[in-house]
């Protein structure tokens, strides 16, 4: 966490040293992703990389985090969003071009392995004694999941055995997979090979689900030129096998 | 008498001034000022002051507790392996905040080495204000280590000897003599202790979590608002920059002598 304060500042402080006199080498860009995009979207940059010779920097972070380090001046290229709220703050403020949805999520509950409060139905979330960590509100996964627990009808029950409000979706996935809560509310993509072992996951019935849709464009004052609208393409068309193996489903 | 200085010291100094004075006063630039009687009377405001006062003097009066001893006998034993233990009470300065979070977790938390034990007593620390407390207090009672041994070296040990031979106990003279001379050291060590403590963000949101009104301290509450609204944020920042200053100018550089 502390780095990632860390790399608000520096972020912040790139931004003022590049400014409109010095553009960025046109041969790389920089890619603000929400984290639940982190795995695929390293997948993703790597192959980029390899196509166009050019180098992909990436920053991922919670999508309100992004989109306010973008409009303090972070010279980002390209921005995906967990949400289109965010986007659409973005694109009101600096505004954005080449704006497409790219892919859906849903959200599944997670619990340590050993499933310590014996949780079997995401219903049980609201009982008694559950520790439960959400992402903060205002991080898309957060909002969806508290959506999600209106649509369950126990939005009050479970809300009150909330112990912490992480700062984006990896964070409530540590605390779950280190075992120091008993469940969480994260993507089903969160569950990557990295933790599969530490977590055990319990679906959430479609007809209660949130399906999280994710926007993806190219920052109208993007320095890297042509290069930000390929990227766009790229993930709209052969990034879409990396997000489809992760569990991300189709636009 | 006062000496004056080479003009590049005056200069390279003014750069230092300015180099604390310009991110305050972005702050006061960006800060929206229409809605600050409205944000420092919100939810967040009042509870994070209240959780940040609740942990930063938790953490003081713990950090008091184990520091103080553990300065004196640093300052005062010698036995084998004094120098690794002098270097691990200092080793929480130096550590990544967010390292002490996960170090915390993994002594204190539920699978932690400590974790069996302190849930048997009913104890559970992350997650709550007092584990928020801890992990503020581990963080900066290295302060006060070292405030107790530095002032312990430029004690006068012929007082205690006194004592002493006057026919007071190790414990008499600890409490009437050295404790006493040793209050200006241990006073300031407990509030650059404090000041640490109401600074501390990676180890307690690690450990901790981040909670409104249990574990939510006004760093933390700076951090989330600073995601969402930045506005927010800048407010909540100068409350703690005013309190930080307020202080420090009460303090008055009486710390600068720790360590002289």
């Known amino acids: 966490m502390k780095s990632r304060t860390a790399f608000l500042a520096a972020a912040m402080l790139v931004a003022n040293a590049c400014g409109s006199d010095e553009p960025a080498a046109p041969d790389s860009i920089t890619v603000f992703a929400a984290a639940s995009l982190t795995e695929s979207f390293i997948q993703i940059a790597a192959d980029f990389e390899d196509q166009h010779g050019t180098k992909v920097r990436l920053s991922f972070g919670p999508s309100d985090g992004l989109a306010t380090q973008i409009q303090e001046g972070a010279p980002a290229d390209v921005f995906a969003s967990a949400s289109p709220k ?24 997670i619990t340590p392995a050993d499933n310590p409060a014996g949780l079997d139905s995401a219903e049980d979330l609201g009982r008694p004694g ?122 | 008498m006062r000496r004056r200085l080479p003009a590049v ?51 003081a009066a713990l950090s008091l507790l184990v520091g103080v001893p553990l300065g004196l006998l640093l300052g005062r034993a010698s036995f084998p392996g004094l120098t690794v ?90 409490r009437k003599v050295t404790l006493p001379l040793l209050a200006p050291q241990i006073a300031a060590g407990a509030v650059l202790a404090w000041a640490r403590a109401l600074g501390e963000f990676g180890a307690t949101i690690t450990f901790a979590g981040n909670f409104r009104g249990e574990t939510q301290t006004m760093p933390l509450a700076v951090f989330e608002a600073l995601q969402s609204d930045p506005g927010a944020a800048t407010v909540l920042s100068l409350v703690l920059v005013v309190l930080s200053l307020a202080v420090l100018i009460a303090l008055r550089g009486r710390f600068v002598g720790v360590g002289s």
């Open chain 2, 85 to 174: 233990l002098r270097a691990l009470a200092l080793l929480p300065l130096v550590l990544p905040p967010v390292v002490a979070g996960i170090g915390l977790l993994t002594a204190f938390g539920r699978r932690g080495l400590l974790g069996g034990p302190a849930r048997a007593l009913g104890l559970e620390l992350p997650f709550t204000t007092a584990g928020a407390a801890i992990a503020a207090a581990f963080v900066s009672f290295p302060f006060i280590v070292l405030a107790v041994e530095s002032g312990l070296r430029s004690l006068d040990t012929r007082l205690e000897d006194a004592a002493a031979s006057l026919g007071a106990s190790k414990w008499y003279v600890l």
């Open chain 1, 130 to 251: 559950i520790k439960l960590v959400l992402a903060a509100e205002g991080v898309p996964v957060g909002d969806y999941a508290r959506e999600f627990l209106g649509n369950a009808g126990i939005a009050d029950d479970a809300l009150a055995n909330v112990v912490s409000n992480e700062d984006d979706v990896k964070g409530v996935v540590q605390k779950v997979a280190l075992g120091e809560a008993d469940a969480g509310i994260v993507y089903r993509t969160d569950v990557t090979a990295a933790v599969a072992g530490d977590v055990a996951v319990v679906e959430i019935p479609d007809d209660i689900n949130v399906i999280a849709v994710y926007p993806i464009a190219a920052l109208e004052r993007s320095p890297g030129g042509s290069l930000a609208p390929e990227f766009v393409t790229y993930v709209l068309g052969p990034g879409q096998t990396v997000l489809r193996e992760a569990g991300f489903l189709p636009p």
């Open chain 1, 86 to 109: 965010w986007m659409d703050a973005v694109a009101e403020d600096p505004g954005v071009t080449d704006r497409a949805d790219f892919a859906r999520n849903v959200l599944v509950v």
């Open chain 2, 9 to 59: 010291v005056v200069a390279f100094a003014a750069l230092g001034a300015a180099f604390v004075l310009l991110p305050v006063a972005g702050l006061l630039a960006r800060a929206p000022w229409e809605r600050t009687g409205e944000l420092l009377t919100s939810d967040v405001a009042i509870e994070g002051a209240r959780v940040s006062l609740i942990v930063s003097l938790g953490a």
